[in-house]
């Protein structure tokens, strides 16, 4: 099956600064979803962008399916933004093993 | 609030017991999903239904079965369980078999 890989695995930053998260995988994909999981263990539905580029705020996402890779931008950081990211692809979804993101105040 | 409903939220048995977790999905959606994460596994796909029949397998144990009722509720049953059963279990839907996932909260299920 696919394989999903996610870069960097931990990111630790003071608020305010910017960060990219890197998804790639291994196979031509039908669905790319980014997640984040807050520290009480939601999985929040942050993009479905299987090809192109989306913007939410101070997310955005891109994905370059003839590249395979996804990567998740996310500006001027806030401590709300604390958690871990995930890429998760194709239609049942196969995970990566996330990025974790510690905000600093 | 995704619209997704999992009850319960936290759930503490024994080794060798048997429980059940209920999952509502979205008004509207036809397929679910199960996901188990673990510490060590990471998030991995269970099981998926589509409107009452079964539509894909992953790594469910078959100690581990799951239904769709025809309201389109579904149920993981989890029989003679074992310490590394211990994990946050999610169920997720969508509208088709394919497509943006939503999941619930999960139930966090200790095995003790």
């Known amino acids: 099956g696919i394989q999903v890989e996610q870069s960097p695995p931990d990111l630790i930053l003071q608020e305010g600064a910017n960060s990219t998260l890197r998804c790639n995988f291994s196979?031509?994909?039908?669905?790319l979803q980014w997640f984040h999981q807050n520290p009480w263990g939601q999985l929040i539905n942050l993009f479905y962008?299987?090809?192109g580029t989306k913007q939410n705020g101070r997310l955005s996402a891109t994905t370059v399916a003839t590249e395979r890779y996804s990567l998740l931008y996310i500006s001027s950081s806030q401590t709300t933004d604390s958690g871990v990211y995930f890429c998760?692809?194709?239609?049942?979804?196969?995970f990566g093993t996330g990025t974790r993101l510690t905000i600093i105040p | 609030d995704s619209g997704v409903t999992q009850t319960p939220k936290h759930l503490i048995t024994a080794t060798g017991q048997r429980v059940t977790l209920r999952c509502s999905p979205r008004?509207?959606?036809?397929?679910v999903y199960w996901y188990q994460q673990s510490l060590d596994q990471g998030l991995q796909f269970l099981i998926q239904?589509?409107?009452?029949?079964?539509?894909a397998k992953g790594n469910i144990l078959e100690r581990f079965s799951a239904q769709q009722f025809p309201d389109l509720h579904s149920e993981l049953n989890l029989s003679s369980l074992e310490l590394g059963d211990s994990a946050l279990y999610f169920c997720?839907?969508?509208?088709?078999?394919?497509?943006?996932?939503?999941f619930g909260e999960g139930s966090r299920l200790t095995v003790l």
């Open positions: 962008i299987p090809s």
């Open positions: 008004s509207g959606d036809l397929s």
């Open positions: 239904y589509y409107n009452g029949e079964e539509r």
């Open positions: 998760a692809a194709n239609e049942k979804l196969t």
């Open positions: 196979d031509s994909v039908n669905n």
């Open positions: 997720a839907s969508s509208v088709l078999g394919s497509g943006e996932l939503f």
